[in-house]
């Protein structure tokens, strides 16, 4: 079964309908281990996964199919990002050091490293509009990279967890500190702290956030957490807009939550193997999509061009809208 996704060069003209008639079209058991990150290239036409299995597998989108399976047996592979060229990465280990590396998929050879972190990696993100890269790790650290260069380019010392992410205009980024503070950085002026600082709620004890994610039009930043909800806030004033719940996470899972290209849905994993989706405008939740994920859902993403979703526990699967239920594959 070939995907015949349709892209929108523009905007996706996604509708709670639409994304109710949502269904699992195609489903891939490439993994023995739980796949820990999943990455779409920018024009939607491949995605890259990294699994616990110390693999690297790289999807066609359009005809819906692995490409190809590279090992990183050594060091293995957990957060995994494309850079701005579409035959390398950027991926950090979870074994023998904290090192992240640049690989080159068309030999498979490293073309850098990256040292300076002490604990793992728990947060990575390419800039959006060049070779700018932050990572941030359990050594309390958030650091900025350049892919030219193997120095780091700028530092940061926390108390807690760090999460970050850059805005999609790639001139500012956003780190949450203590799960409690949004500070929002001017990449150019980064050395002089933060220009707005956004103080929310702390729910409840050994409540941590575990991800930032800004809207593709910029205008909210999401804050996903080890436990079973989602802050949005607004990105120029602080102001939580909505809390969003629904979904599973008892065991203090690092379940993905993500926007939607067109800014107007949430889509997020949860730890009974469902997709759960909400108005990002109103808060509600629009539909729990069940695939048969026989574990937590702990990648979800939607495709950055084409009409497409991916979710995924040991198994891949991908998502299309309108798919007749003779069509639907069981990911189980």
Known sequence: LLLNATVYPRVMKLTDEVFRSFRVAKVFRENTDRINCIDFSANGENMISSSNDDSIVLYCCQEGRPKRTVYSKKYGCDLIQYTHASNAIIYSSNKVDDTVRFLSLHDNKFLRYFNGHTKRVVCLMMS????????????????????????????????????????????????????????????????????????????????????????????????????????????????????????????????????????????????????????????????????????????????PRLMMLASACNSMAFWLPGIEDSEVEQVT
């Open 128 to 303: 959006p509009v060049n070779d700018i890269f932050l990572s941030g790790s359990l050594d309390r650290t958030i650091r900025l990279w350049d892919l030219r260069s193997p120095n780091c380019q700028g530092l940061m010392h926390l108390n807690g967890r760090p999460v970050a992410s850059f805005d999609p205009e790639g001139l500012i980024f956003a780190a949450g500190i203590d799960s409690r503070q949004l500070k929002l950085y001017d990449l150019r002026t980064f050395d002089k702290g933060p220009f707005a600082t956004f103080h929310l709620r702390q729910e409840f004890p050994g409540y941590e956030w575990t991800g930032l994610k800004f809207s593709n039009d910029g205008k909210k930043i999401l804050v996903q957490s080890n436990m079973g909800q989602i802050k949005l806030v607004d990105a120029f004033q602080g102001h939580e807009l909505h809390t969003l719940t629904g979904h599973v996470n008892n065991a203090g899972l690092c379940l993905e939550a993500s926007f939607t290209p067109d800014s107007k849905y949430v889509v997020s994993g949860s730890q009974d193997g469902t997709i759960h989706v909400w108005s990002a405008e109103k808060g509600h939740q629009v539909i729990v999509l069940d695939g048969g994920h026989p574990g937590p859902t702990q990648c979800v993403q939607f495709n």
